[in-house]
């Protein structure tokens, strides 16, 4: 289960104004606390903001590169801006977040994906929308199996994400998204990843930290592989911890939260 650390975002107020003013440090200090939290990956993200995404994100990954050795999940849907911070990370195991289920977005992606060894999120969504039923999620999730195999690229080079909304406005959606994750797990050999936004499902809702860890653990039980969330959130990592001891995921010592976070 790897948790990408979602703080580094241009929505957040340090870190617009660490990128409007080109200042590492707001970036240098959550990509430690982060890490110490139990992040597997780092999401950078500008947010709606930036000027200039094609200046702005390649310096965030510069900065990042320089302190940390986590792998990063680029966010943007600004491609160009995507490349350039690609260009700029200039190394395998880079993570792109994220496109849609729309062709020209795939033929845009994936064939950079394979250029720059990368691996991609794909979400359950297209010029429709969202849908409602885990079938339907299902059948996006096997159109970018088949595009990746045409690009070069493996089915576990991709992390489909169902895509989670709210569930004090879309209650019906939880559990479309957990059977999702269930049958992707069966679409190919081997297999996708997937991952979740996981602070969706509770977003306006007064109760998040709960419905977060109980949405979390629920979906690990389902097959989840990541999750994009809160990664200094000790009681939710604390959750994703024990869940994957219980899953016979990880071997039992008395300080098994605290080998999570190390690893």
Known sequence: MLIIGERINGMFKDIGQAIREHDPKPLQEWA???KAGGAHYLDVNTGPNSEDQTVDLPWMVNVLKECTDLPLAIDTTNYDAMEAALEAYGKPGAL???IGCEQEKIDRVFPMAAKYQADV????????????????RVAMAMEFVANAEAYGLQPDNLFID?????VNVAQEHGIEALE???QIKMISNPPPKTTVGLSNISQKSPHRPIINRTFAVMAMTAGLDSAICDANDEALVDAIATARLILNQDIYCDSYAKVFRQR
């Open 180 to 182: 999702t994750i269930r």
């Open 162 to 166: 169902p895509i989670i909304l709210p």
């Open 96 to 98: 792109i977040n994220s």
């Open 121 to 136: 999120v794909c979400l359950c969504i297209n010029k429709v929308g969202i849908p409602k039923s885990a079938e339907d």
């Open 32 to 34: 430690a606390k982060q």
